[in-house]
């Protein structure tokens, strides 16, 4: 254990409660990590962790929010795949996602499923592929905005098809979700962390995962692959991290209690049930998170730039 200089006296870090943002709405999957780990890193550092949604254009306000944040240890960030994705998105970003931020370490990976709502015509991927070639661009298809997973696993799915959907951006899959309950939209592509609950209530039709291999907690549930669209494979990771100079021994306190977090069974019980995967300890730290954000810009940058998906 360390001691911050507070000025006057030398009090242990955290002296008080902990901000994690969360770059969507409220409710959705990534809040849904969030508040799950939030709770049992409260209890390790012995302070609340107050969970904070800030919105908007596909996880970069966050982003950028957190990159103008004071380092001072009490501020800190849960961000998947957008995180590495955004540079290629936007031409105007107000951060960099290898200079702007410390790196905490990795959480979990978290698989997605292809869903539509419950009245939609066709019941399974191979129809919904005829349907597509009649009606195309008519079929709406929910999204977070680009930056977002939902986008991303749109895009791949409308590449793999070869087809047009009308996309619908919302600030996080949980708005987008009582869209696609209330049949306002058509499909949507989003986390098991989210889906779970409404594949079991058969409240959504449910087309399929979307990673290559099915996954223990659907068993019955085919992959896309499978199902035709070769070689569909995708899935979410999520990593936390913190402003640029916050001290290496906030870093290294928060990280090791990330760590016990992990192992923590109420943690893994709900994680497991809600379709995702603790990352590896190996994983789980500050210097492999920021290995993997360069791999991942320098894997998706040209992807992104060929399918000519940036928007600004
Ligand atoms: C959310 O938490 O709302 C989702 O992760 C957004 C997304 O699809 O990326």
Redesign the pocket.
Known sequence: LFAMSTGAAHAEYPEHPITLV????AG?????VARSLGAELGKILKQPIVVENKTGA??TVAAAYIANSKPDGYTFFLH???MATAPALYKNLKFDPLNSFEYVGEVIDVPMTLLARADFPPNNLQELIEYTKEKGEDINLA???P???????GSLLQQAIGTKFTTIP?????P?MTALLGKQVDLL???T??TIPHIDAKTVKFYGVTTKDRISKLPDAPTLDEQGLKDFDFK?WHGIYAPKGTPEPVIAKFNGALKEALKSDAFKTKMADLGAEIVSEERQSSESLKKWVDSEIKKWGPILQAEGMNVN
């Open positions: 969360v770059p969507f709405a959705g999957p990534t809040d849904v596909g996880g998947h795949n957008g999204n977070a905005g930056g977002a997973v939902s986008q991303l696993c919302f600030q996080g899959t949980a987008a592509c989003d986390q962390t989210q979410v």
